[in-house]
């Protein structure tokens, strides 16, 4: 916490407004739509719901295909079968870790060819690092399909100097209490116009119609953030930059750290005009190493000192509930799942947190 929080929340207090309206939720997306330079905010209760009502946005229904990264967090394809339709995974490529272009291409020709085509792509800046998203747009372009942006993980995050979050048709952001910066939940949801902002309002808050009683023409949702976690929001947003400017610390700490250790390698894109919020920091360690140390073994010695890290997100297509659905690619995702580690990278970490680290990670390689 950046401290102002709670000022903003006592504001809500003073003017007894509790509820998913007041100045807070103005305010704050104000605040992120100056942040991003572009757009239309609108706050939600969860980076899930910003999806599920962004596809709605796009004209999404029971039946269509909707194109999605498989390596990423369920949330990002579970509001594809909220609405019945089908998701297609796609592989990564290595640059990024995110939706392959070639592949995405490869799988939207094979749709078309099969009677189906795709209703929108959702891309994902996985980890905080851009995808390469002017080749995906252009692709889209071409065969005249929506993007739906799934920054999440990558508020802060920049490519060719443009934010993300500004990329897609519409654009979603999380929150909740392990991102960048936290409104204990929450989430939003970013539109090009006017018109879809009052739109995503409108569904997000039970679909009112404009009566003076309670009507109701379409399927709406409880999906608004309350006024006093905008109020978190806030102060949230008033030490974004130092945060990020933390977890990139971070990330430079562990690139140092394993610089002489040639069996873990920390990733780092190498996509030029690039700019990653390093939300997570993420290692790959090579499975046929001679200390015959591997993703599962480093997890369990960091875990013995108490230092938590967890494997990267195990791909859709491997996930029981999605299987069965079509998925288009090679082992990309697969390998860095297998072989790949997230590692502590909050912006609150100590020096002496850090100093634990390293006795903990020299010891297990014996350096």
């Known amino acids: 916490m950046g401290g102002n929080e709670i000022k903003y929340i006592q504001q809500a207090f003073d003017a007894n407004w509790i509820a998913p309206v007041g100045e807070n939720i103005d305010r704050f997306e104000e605040d992120l739509e100056t942040y991003l330079g572009y757009g239309y905010v609108t706050v939600l209760n969860s980076g899930t719901a910003a999806i599920h009502l962004g596809l709605i946005l796009l004209g999404v229904q029971a039946g269509d295909e909707i194109i999605c990264q498989s390596l990423t967090f369920a949330a990002s394809a579970n509001p594809i079968l909220y609405l019945g339709a089908k998701p297609i995974f796609i592989d990564s490529e290595i640059k990024t870790w995110n939706i392959c272009p070639v592949v995405l291409e490869e799988a939207i020709i094979d749709r078309i060819a099969k009677g189906k085509k795709p209703k929108a792509i959702i891309v994902v800046h996985l980890y905080g690092v851009p995808c390469q998203i002017e080749l995906i747009r252009l692709i889209a372009n071409k065969y005249k399909i929506s993007i739906l942006e799934d920054s999440a993980e990558a508020l802060g995050s920049r490519y060719n100097g443009k934010a993300c979050g500004t990329f897609g048709d519409v654009a979603v952001f999380s929150f909740n209490g392990s991102k960048v910066i936290t409104t204990s939940g929450g989430g939003a949801i970013v539109t090009r116009t006017k018109e879809l902002k009052e739109k995503a309002l409108f569904l997000a808050t039970q679909a009112k119609d404009k009566r003076p009683y309670y009507q109701h023409s379409e399927v709406g949702y409880n999906y608004r953030m309350s006024n006093i976690s905008a109020g978190i929001g806030r102060g949230q947003m008033e030490v974004l930059d130092k945060h990020i400017n933390l977890r990139r610390k971070m990330n430079q700490f562990y690139i140092d750290l394993f610089k002489d250790i040639p069996c873990v390698s920390v990733f780092k894109t190498d996509v030029e005009n690039s700019f990653a919020n390093c939300w997570l920091t993420t290692i790959i360690v090579d499975p046929d190493n001679n200390k015959g ?11 013995s000192e108490n230092i938590e890290s967890r494997q990267l997100w195990k791909p859709m297509h491997l996930q029981p509930i999605f299987e069965k ?6 082992n990309v995702s697969e390998d860095l799942f297998n ?11 100590t020096d002496k947190d850090r100093e634990r680290i390293v006795l903990a990670v020299n010891s297990i390689f014996k350096v």
């Open 293 to 303: 140390i591997t993703n599962e073994v480093l997890r369990l010695a960091l875990e």
């Open 325 to 330: 659905y079509p998925y288009y690619g090679t």
């Open 339 to 349: 072989n790949g580690l997230c590692i502590p990278s909050g912006s609150n970490l």
